[in-house]
C-alpha cells in the first residue's frame, strides 16, 4: 500500500477512509499474507494527521474525523496479516503511529529523516492509545521522555531506542521490504496475546475518546496553538 496524497500525505478524513477501505479489502483477501506499507511521496512517508481536520472544524466534523483515525487504528494494528512500514521519509505523529502498527519498520538511513510523536510541540496531548502504542514499541520510560519533550527521532536514534527495526540506503528501502524480513513470522495467536489487551482498552472507550478529542480540540486555547503551529510550518517553508 503505497501512500499517496501529496503533498506530505497527510492523514485526512478522506485519505483515512480510503486506507481502510484497502486495508479491509487486503484483510479478505485470502491469498495476501502481507502488507508493506510505504509512501509514493519523495522525503515524507506521512505528516501525520491533517492539522486542516482540526482546526476551525464544527464538534460533529471533529468527531467524524477522530472515528476514522481510530478505525485506521483498530484495522492496522490488529491486522491477521505480516505488516512492515517502509519509511521511506519523515513520519511525525500520526504517521509515526502508523508506522508502529506494524510488526516491523525499515527506515531510509537518511539524516534528514525524523520520526516520532511530536504532539507536545503543537500544545496539544497524545492519545492514550498512542502512548500505549508506543510503550508497547520502545518501553516506559523511553515513551515518558519522548512524550513529555515531543521528541523526534532521526533514523539512527530511531534505530537506538526500537522505534524502528533496521535502517538501509534509501534507495533499497523498498527492496528490503520486500525480502529482508525473516524477523517477521506470519502472524499466529501471539500478535493478537500481545495486541489484544490495547486494542480492547480503546474498543471499550472508543465513544468516550470521542467526546474527549471533541471537547479538547474545540477549546478556544488549544485552537490557538494550532494555529500557531500551522503558521510556524508555514514561515519555515519561506
Ligand atoms: C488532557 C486531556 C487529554 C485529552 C486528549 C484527547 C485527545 C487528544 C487530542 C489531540 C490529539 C491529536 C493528535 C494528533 C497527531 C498528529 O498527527 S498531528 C499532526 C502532526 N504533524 C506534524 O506536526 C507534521 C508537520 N509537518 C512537517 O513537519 C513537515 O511538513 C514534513 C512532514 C516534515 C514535510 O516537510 P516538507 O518540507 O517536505 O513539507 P512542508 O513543511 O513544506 O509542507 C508542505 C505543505 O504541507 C502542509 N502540512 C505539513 N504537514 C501537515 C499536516 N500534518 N497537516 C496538514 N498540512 C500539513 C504544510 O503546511 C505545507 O502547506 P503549504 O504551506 O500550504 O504548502
Redesign the pocket.
Known amino acids: 500500500m503505497s501512500l499517496q496524497n501529496p503533498?506530505?500525505n497527510?492523514?485526512s478524513l478522506e485519505f483515512l477512509t480510503d486506507i481502510c477501505i484497502s486495508v479491509e479489502k487486503l484483510e479478505m483477501d485470502k491469498t495476501c499474507r502481507g502488507l508493506i506499507i510505504t509512501s509514493s511521496l519523495p522525503?515524507?512517508f506521512s505528516?501525520?494527521?491533517?492539522?486542516?481536520e482540526?482546526y476551525g472544524k464544527s464538534p460533529e466534523r471533529c468527531g467524524e474525523f477522530w472515528r476514522a483515525v481510530q478505525e485506521m487504528w483498530l484495522k492496522l494494528y490488529g491486522s491477521n496479516m505480516v505488516t512492515i512500514a517502509a519509511i521511506n521519509g519523515?513520519s511525525?505523529?500520526?504517521?509515526c503511529?502508523m508506522s508502529m502498527t506494524c510488526d516491523y519498520r525499515i527506515m531510509a538511513d537518511n539524516p534528514r529523516y525524523?520520526i516520532g510523536l511530536?504532539?507536545t510541540?503543537?500544545g496539544?496531548?497524545?492519545?492514550f492509545w498512542?502512548k500505549d502504542t508506543m510503550t508497547n514499541t520502545v518501553g516506559h520510560r523511553t515513551t515518558e521522555l519522548s512524550l513529555q519533550l515531543g521528541q523526534m527521532y532521526n533514523p539512527a536514534e530511531a534505530l537506538k531506542i526500537g522505534l524502528v527495526d533496521q535502517l538501509v540506503p534509501e534507495d533499497q528501502v523498498s527492496h528490503y521490504s520486500h525480502t529482508n524480513h525473516d524477523q517477521v513470522t506470519t502472524p499466529d495467536r501471539s500478535k493478537s496475546m500481545m495486541r489484544k489487551p490495547t486494542i480492547d482498552k480503546l474498543t471499550s472507550k472508543r465513544e468516550a475518546?470521542i467526546q474527549?478529542?471533541v471537547s479538547?480540540?474545540t477549546k478556544d486555547s488549544i485552537q490557538k496553538s494550532i494555529g500557531m503551529?500551522?503558521e510556524m510550518?508555514?514561515k519555515?517553508?519561506r
Not at 505528516?47 to 486542516?52: K, N, S, T
Not at 511525525?92 to 504517521?95: L, M, Q, W
Not at 496539544?124 to 492519545?127: F, L, Q, R, S
Open positions: 503533498p506530505v497527510s492523514l522525503k515524507v505528516a501525520g494527521l491533517d492539522i486542516m482540526m519523515s511525525p505523529a500520526g504517521g503511529l525524523s511530536n504532539e510541540q503543537l496539544i496531548v497524545a492519545p498512542f475518546d474527549n478529542f479538547f480540540i503551529y500551522l510550518l508555514k519555515r517553508k
